[in-house]
C-alpha cells in the first residue's frame, strides 16, 4: 500500500529533507584529496544531530554507519573507514536523516578535485537522469513512466543503469512502497496521487550494468570495475507537480 501523507506529516518531512541538503552542503564543501570517508561521516552525524535529528541510516539492518559514502566502482552501501579520497576520484554520498519520526533521504556524487572527461560525463549524465524522471511527476501519471524516463537519458548516452536497486517510498519509515525500478515500460503502475513521497535515485554504471557485493556484505561495487553515479531525491506530488522535499527551495 502506498501511503499518502498528511499536510502536518509533509511539515515534518520537510524538515527532515532540509537537514538532508544542508548536510550535502557540508560534505561537498569538506571532500578534498586526503580526507577519509570516515572524517566525512563523522562532520555528518555531528551535524544531523545538532538539528534535532538522527541519522536514518546508522543501525538499519546493522549498517555501522551515518552515512554511505562510495568511491569509484562503488555504486552503493560504501562503508565508511580509513579510506583517503585522492585526486580525480569520485564519490557517493547518500544521506539519510529522521527528524520526529519522519525520514529524508538524498544520494548525490561528487568529483574530488578534478576528474577525467569520462567521470564528469556520467556524473552529468545521471544527473540529467534524476531530473528527466522529476519533470514527468504530477498526479495521475503512472509510475513507470517515471521510471523509463531515467531509462531513457541513460541508456541514450550509452551508460547502463543497475537493475537489482530500486528508488521507493518513504515516510515514518525509510523505505516505504512502491519499489521505484530505473527502467521500466511507460504508461504502466500505479497512478501517482498528491501526497505520496518518492524517492528517485537513478544509478547508473560507465561499463556494463552487472554489480556485485563484497564480502563485508554491504558495498556493492561493479563486476567490470567501471566507475558509477548514484543520484537521489526525496520528491513529494503535489496537487500540480512535484515538491523536492531535499533542496530547500525547489519546487515545480
Known sequence: ?????????????????????????????SIRPGI????????????????????SFKGYNQFPASICASVNDQLVHGIPGNQQLA?????????????QGYHGDSA??????????DAQRLLDVAEQSLYAALELIKPDVRLFTISHA???????????????????????????????????????????????????EPMVNLGERYVRTLEDNW?????????CAHFEHTVAVTENGYEI????????
Open 108 to 117: 548525490w556524487t561528487y568529483g574530488v578535485g578534478t576528474i577525467s572527461a
Open 87 to 99: 585526486e580525480g576520484d569520485i564519490i557517493s554520498i547518500d544521506i539519510g536523516a529522521q527528524y
Open 150 to 200: 531515467v531509462q531513457k537519458v541513460v541508456e541514450d548516452a550509452g551508460l547502463s543503469i543497475v537493475r537489482e536497486y530500486v528508488g521507493h517510498g518513504i515516510g515514518s519509515k525509510l523505505h516505504e512502497e512502491p519499489q521505484i525500478p530505473n527502467y521500466g515500460i511507460p504508461d504502466r503502475g500505479p497512478r501517482l496521487k498528491p501526497g505520496m513521497v518518492l524517492c528517485i
Open 245 to 252: 522535499l531535499t533542496q530547500s527551495g525547489a519546487t515545480a
Open 36 to 55: 577519509t570517508t570516515r572524517e566525512l561521516d563523522q562532520i555528518a552525524e555531528t551535524y544531523i544531530r545538532s538539528q534535532g535529528a538522527i541519522p
Open 1 to 29: 500500500m502506498i501511503i499518502c501523507k498528511s499536510e502536518a506529516e509533509l511539515r515534518l518531512m520537510r524538515e527532515a529533507g532540509r537537514i538532508v541538503a544542508d548536510t550535502h552542503r557540508l560534505l561537498k564543501q
Open 219 to 227: 558495498t556493492v561495487v561493479t563486476v567490470d570495475g567501471s566507475w
